[in-house]
């Protein structure tokens, strides 16, 4: 694909809705660059959300502020922990539709710790977090690479690791008041090879939210290493009708 071939925002015909991109755990919002521009030469309205990932209530409250810049209905996107922020934040009139990736989908009075507490079944793993340190939790970076993103070039792994984004143990652990899924579309997109957030665990949380399910080939990386098929996972949400 030729560079020029990249349609400007200002220029593309926008498509009447807007998507909120909400990233996870242990990483910064640049991971959305690719699925970003796919979706803006699509014609969306695509929002970036950078969340400090300290405490939910914080994250929760930037994702707020997204949504209420957006210039249309919404569709809120959220990776691994983003789904626990799109689930409190997800309760706004604007959004029209909830998507989830390879996310945490939890009920009123549940956290991502709770749910992650949920064994994971034979032949799965499960995120290789070390113990807590001054409130903060990582992923230990010498394992980050094949945990998170075992189908990413390994240079962009390494630095990845090297990169971490400390997770506050407030937003792992604070449970969230509502679950707009149970009253809005949702979709969610289960990473079979995910070794973060078990498989049977994605299609566990999905099936109890009445979500529509899809499933693909990936680590849990997913917007990284199939950015295409996660932008046309999105772009799904995005037809219902607002």
Do not use: C
């Not at 803006?40 to 929002?47: F, Y």
């Not at 405490?55 to 809120?76: F, K, N, S, W, Y």
């Not at 959220?78 to 989830?100: M, P």
């Amino acid at each position: 694909m030729d560079g020029n071939d990249i349609a400007s925002p200002a220029l593309a015909t926008e498509t009447g809705t807007s998507i909120v991109l909400v990233h996870g755990a242990f990483v910064d919002a640049s991971g959305w660059q690719p699925v970003f521009e796919l979706l803006t030469r699509q014609g969306h309205e695509v929002i970036v959300v950078q969340n400090q990932t300290l405490t939910l209530e914080g994250d929760v409250e930037a994702t707020q502020r997204a949504i209420t810049t957006a210039r249309h209905p919404v569709v809120l996107v959220g990776h691994s922990y983003g789904g626990a922020v799109i689930t409190e934040a997800g309760h706004s009139q604007k959004v029209k539709s909830l998507a989830y990736i390879a996310a945490f989908v939890p009920d009123a009075g549940e956290s991502v710790a709770l749910l992650n507490d949920e064994p994971a079944k034979p032949g799965e793993a499960k995120a290789p977090v070390m113990p807590p340190r001054d409130g903060f939790l990582l992923v230990d970076p010498a394992a980050f690479p094949l945990a998170f993103a075992a189908d990413v070039a390994p240079e962009k792994t390494r630095f990845m690791a090297a990169a971490q984004v400390p997770w506050g143990l407030m937003a792992a652990t604070t449970p969230v008041s509502r679950a707009p899924w149970k009253t809005k579309p949702s979709f969610y997109l289960v990473a079979t090879a995910d070794r973060m957030v078990p498989p049977s665990a994605q299609r566990r949380m999905a099936y109890r939210a009445g979500a529509s399910v899809f499933e693909i080939d990936s680590s849990h990386a997913v917007m990284l290493s199939h950015p295409l098929e996660t932008a046309n996972f999105i772009a799904t949400a995005a037809d219902v009708p607002s």
